[in-house]
Every structure is written in C-alpha cells, then in structure tokens.
C-alpha cells in the first residue's frame, strides 16, 4: 500500500490545454461479485477537466508545513465556492531554477454536496474530500483484492485501519478527481463481495466540527496542491532545483491574466 502525500499530478499545460483529461492505466485482471473480469471490461474513469479561475489574492508557493517534508504548498484564493460545490480542479505550471516545468492540478480543499438546506452555513453542506473514496469490510483485504478495488476504481490505496475491538477494516483509496468520477469509483467499488459499503470520504473543516459557540471561521475558498521537490535529478512529478535556487509557479487566469509567485530555497553550506 502507498503513503499518504497529497500531491500535484502530471497534466497537460492549462496555457496549451486546460480542459485536458488525465486517464490512469488499468490494472490487472479482477473478480467481482458478478464473477471473473478482464481488465477491459473496466473502462478508466475519467477526471473532472481542469477550469481556470479568477483568483481573489496573490498566489502562494509557501514551504510545506511538515518541516521534514520535500514538498512545497501552491495555494490559489478564489472569490467564491464555485469550484467546491461543482467539484472543478484547476491547473497551473510550477518552473525551477533548473529549467524545469511541471503541470499541477490545484485541488479545492473540500467538495461539497448540498444536503441539509434547513441548517446555516457551514452546515447545510456535507465537506468531502474530492478525490478519495471510502471502502468499509468485513474482514481485512489481500494483497490481490485491493489490486481489484484499484483497478475497478482506476484509482491507488492509500492507508486502511484495522479495527480491534469488532471485526472489519476501513481502506481509503485515490480515485479520479471529481463529482461523477467518485460516484463511479463507489458504484464499482459496492459490486465486489467482499466490500459491505464505499463512500466519499469526509473533510469537514474545524468550522463545522468544532464545538465552540459561535464557531471559528471557516477557511476562505482555497485550490491547494502539494509538489514534492529534490536536490537531485528527480522524478518526472518532482520538482528539480538547485540549493539556493528557486520554484517559481505560474496560473493562468480565466481572463488571460498570468499571476506567478517564488518560492527562494536557502543556500546550505
């Protein structure tokens, strides 16, 4: 199983083709309750196309608040809640002093569904994660059945919690980004035997969950991606920079109006 550690994925430029579709490999054969699968029959699902914004502040690529982690937080404030109640990404460029370019997705960092209309704000909302989908089991899964989760979801595992006083397992698992995308990850995940229940996995922010009257504000309308970066020759989804050099991350705009910000690495001796 893979750790955790959100990150910005590989997509085509928003400045050559933001509407660009990101489609995963499929995996290997599968069995579900219905029987025996190949993995054509599991057709990839596909992402919500990135769509370009008007940002409400100046971009961010700020450190990332683990200060263990190699990875940097770009950050993009919009006006309103557009993209997290119609479950939209966004994209932008991040460049290196190295000449390097990598394409990110921004992610909201919640979607919402609108379920209890009779409640206030933020409350009327259900807050989800916008790209992760929960399995609930009786029993703790193989090796061999979470490579049929990810293939049928077209997504990866992500961690799982055994449960030690009832039998069962909880797992979570990255699937495509999107509205339409987890509904099919949770129709093909609830076709397996094996699965008692899938559902998107919550996100509630400290606004909703605190219990403090009035409770504390809620974040604003944040698009957020984590880039991992690397002294060293780097993978193709890594940042490569220099000690002393720079990332700088670039957003185009839906007007044609490109906003950049810098991030500075420190010099080591």
């Not at 509407?19 to 490999?25: E, G, H, K």
């Not at 950050?75 to 932008?92: F, I, K, N, Q």
């Not at 991040?94 to 960092?109: H, I, M, N, S, W």
Request: with cysteine; proline share 11%.
């Amino acid at each position: 199983m893979t750790t955790l550690e959100i990150s910005g994925l590989a997509l085509q430029s928003p400045m050559r083709a933001a509407a660009a579709i990101v489609l995963w490999l499929a995996g290997p054969v599968i069995a579900g309750c219905g029987g025996t699968t190949s993995p054509g029959d599991w057709q990839t699902i596909p992402p919500t196309p990135p769509r370009q914004f008007m940002l409400a502040t100046e971009l961010e690529i700020l450190p990332h608040p683990d200060p263990n982690s190699s990875a940097l937080i770009v950050r993009a404030t919009v006006g309103d809640s557009l993209p997290h109640m119609e479950w939209l990404p966004s994209a932008l460029v991040v460049e290196t002093d190295r000449g390097q370019e990598l394409d990110v997705v921004l992610k909201p960092f919640a979607c919402l569904l609108h379920e209890h209309p009779e409640s206030p704000f933020p409350f009327t909302f259900e807050w989800f994660t916008c790209d992760v989908i929960s399995l609930a089991t009786a029993a703790p899964l193989s090796a061999a059945e979470i490579a049929q989760i990810e293939t049928a979801t077209s997504g990866d595992s992500l961690f799982a919690i055994q449960f030690q006083e009832q039998p069962g397992a909880q797992y979570w698992f990255t699937i495509p980004f999107g509205k339409e995308a987890s509904a099919e990850a949770i129709r093909r995940a609830d076709t397996f035997s094996f699965v008692e229940r899938a559902f998107r996995s919550t996100n509630p922010p400290s606004c909703v969950l605190s219990d403090q009257v009035p409770p504390p504000d809620c974040p604003p309308w944040h698009l957020v991606a984590s880039v991992r970066f690397s002294f060293v020759a780097a993978a193709p989804d890594t940042l490569f920079v220099s000690q002393g050099g720079w990332a700088r991350a670039k957003y185009l705009q839906s007007d044609g109006t490109l906003r950049t910000a810098t991030f500075d690495f420190p010099q080591v001796p």
